[in-house]
């Protein structure tokens, strides 16, 4: 059985690389190889001489060193570095769920979190935001909807795309009704470090609970994209262990060069989250007073954290059609909901980019040209 297509990705590829003004980004404002060298100018010797062969399969220890220092309760060798945060998803994914087991997970979601144990024959119930609560998860959902062959509860916060977190309470809470089930929590934890408030920053679920599978990388709160560097994290050695020989059938081991850029980006973390931080929280100002002036139009629930959001169209009109217009008029890119099997309504907006005000207003004189607003 062919796996479905990556309707997402497929619809990046039609734009993405065409549009001049992106304005769904998911990940912030990419860095440049000059930037990391300027951190410290030692960096241009290594990368210079940097022995491009092979390396280990599940990371070098010096990155995985500087990934561990992350987490209270993860050590290295807890830890495989993997291509991108994909890969590791995709990894847990065939080494976790067999054929007619059940999982949990939180919707809307980034079509691999769901699609991938679709493709193994999973079981799936979608433990839905509510758009009139905003976006919060229903607890009782979670408990009533548990089976006696549920596997995974699937999380991604802070959200994709409506930029939820939940409380501690609620994150605590989730934890222990898994733990009395002994059921995997993996938890998409690629945006943590750029929540608007730094109060709702939530623990690693790899920290707090001993069958919970962070998923990290480098792609979205640090505009290392390019890297492709990801990681899977988990207190349980047996998922780690299966984890890594799964991976000797796909990409064996990460580019090196890439990884020595890891490192350098992890030494120099703070500098690089706080540019991130920078460019998101004044965006997300601009972009609330936008949504504002037009609450006539748009339903819109600020996200709690990472780079993107997920406003409501209030008319009756095609939102995949009037993206589609939106980019081939004034070459702006916004991502449809329908593309999270959500609904015609929403659409996905992003505020990581430093060129965010500039495309916002492009976007702004569209919506007062077709809709006569003023």
């Known amino acids: 059985m062919h796996i479905s297509p990556f309707k997402l990705e497929r619809f990046f590829a039609r734009y993405e690389f065409k549009a001049p003004y992106l304005l769904c980004t998911s990940d912030c404002e990419p860095v440049s190889v000059s930037d990391i060298v300027d951190m410290d100018k030692s960096y241009l010797d290594k990368i210079l001489h940097y022995n491009l062969g092979y390396i280990n399969t599940d990371g070098q220890g010096e990155l995985k060193d500087s990934i561990a220092n ?16 994909e890969e590791a998803i995709y990894l847990f994914m065939n080494i976790a769920i067999n054929r007619g087991e059940h999982i949990i997970v939180q919707f809307p979601f980034y079509q691999s979190l769901g699609e991938i144990a679709k493709h193994i024959g999973a079981n799936i119930s979608f433990w839905e935001c509510d758009n009139r609560q905003n976006w919060e998860l229903d607890i009782d959902y979670l408990k009533d909807n548990i089976r006696d062959n549920t596997k ?8 994709n795309p409506t930029g ?13 009704v898994a733990r009395q089930k002994n059921i ?21 679920i790899s920290d707090l609970y001993e069958n919970g599978v962070s998923i990290g990388g480098l792609s979205k709160a640090y505009g290392l ?19 890594n020989h799964y991976k000797d059938f796909t990409t064996i081991c990460n580019s090196g060069i890439s990884e ?10 703070a500098k690089l989250l706080s540019r991130s931080l920078g460019i998101i929280r004044g965006n997300i100002k601009l972009l609330t007073e936008f949504f504002n002036r037009y609450s006539e139009l748009f339903n819109f629930i600020p996200p709690k954290g990472g780079t993107i959001a997920f406003p409501e169209l209030k008319r ?15 070459g702006v890119l916004l991502l449809p909901g329908n593309y999270y099997d959500y609904d015609n309504r929403h659409f996905r907006i992003g505020f990581g980019r430093k060129n965010m005000p500039e495309t916002l207003e492009i976007f702004e004189n569209y919506i007062k040209e077709i809709f006569r607003v003023i």
């Open 70 to 85: 992350l987490y209270r309760s993860i050590k290295p060798e807890n830890i495989i570095v993997t291509n991108g945060a």
């Open 225 to 243: 994209a390019g890297l492709r560097i990801g990681w899977i994290a988990s207190q349980n050695k047996s998922i780690i262990n299966e984890v």
């Open 316 to 330: 009756d009109i095609d939102i995949e059609q009037f993206c589609i217009e939106l980019v081939n008029k004034k």
């Open 184 to 204: 995997i929590i993996l938890n998409d934890e690629v945006y943590n470090g750029l929540e608007i408030d730094d109060n709702s920053r939530l623990p690693y």
């Open 260 to 269: 020595l850029l890891a490192i350098f980006a992890l030494q120099n973390r």
């Open 164 to 176: 939820y977190i939940s409380s501690l309470e609620k994150y605590n809470e989730i934890i222990e």
């Open 152 to 159: 995974i509860i699937v999380l991604n916060m802070p959200h």
